[in-house]
């Protein structure tokens, strides 16, 4: 009988990290609370790549295609993103449980803005590691802050 705790994967401002592109958090402790009994991996891919704080990003469809785009910058971060979290994913194989921050551009599951190249909402949708996340953690249900 394995003694190896459940685990389940963060979103760092979750936890009460300031990672958030403002340097601020959004720590829920009745997320904090229902995972005590886990080995808790925290979550943010953007700082680790872009800083904190940071130029806000967004999801934009460009030719029917989701692009992560910087807010003022218009420069595309699309594939460091990805890179990062398909990193995250290697590092941690299996995992239990998944709770993401809505409506990120990295992390929101189906509640995240999906915007044209105007920067109008044209529906709601996934940021781009709640979809890769999907994909990657197939029997995993995936939820977010407003679950709990």
């Known amino acids: 009988m394995s003694s ?8 760092a401002c979750l936890l009460g990290e300031r990672c958030r592109y403002d340097g601020k958090t959004k720590e829920v402790n009745a997320v ?4 005590k009994e886990y080995e808790i991996i925290p979550f ?15 999801v ?10 910087t ?8 594939e460091s993103l990805e890179k990062e979290i398909h990193l995250f994913c290697s590092r941690y194989p ?3 449980a ?3 921050k809505s409506k990120s551009p990295s992390c929101g599951y189906k509640t995240t803005p999906i915007l044209n190249k105007n920067k109008e909402l044209i529906k709601v949708g996934d940021g781009i590691a709640a ?18």
């Open 71 to 78: 807010d003022e910058t218009n420069i595309d971060v699309t």
């Open 98 to 100: 998944i709770v993401l």
């Open 32 to 35: 904090i609370e229902a995972y």
């Open 60 to 69: 934009i469809e460009v030719d029917g295609e989701n692009r992560i785009i």
């Open 131 to 148: 979809q890769i996340f999907q994909k990657y953690y197939k029997n995993i249900t995936i939820q977010n802050e407003l679950s709990f």
């Open 4 to 11: 190896a705790r459940k685990k389940v994967i963060i979103s």
């Open 94 to 96: 299996k995992v239990d």
């Open 44 to 58: 943010c891919p953007e700082a680790p790549l872009f800083g904190t704080p940071r130029e806000r990003i967004n």
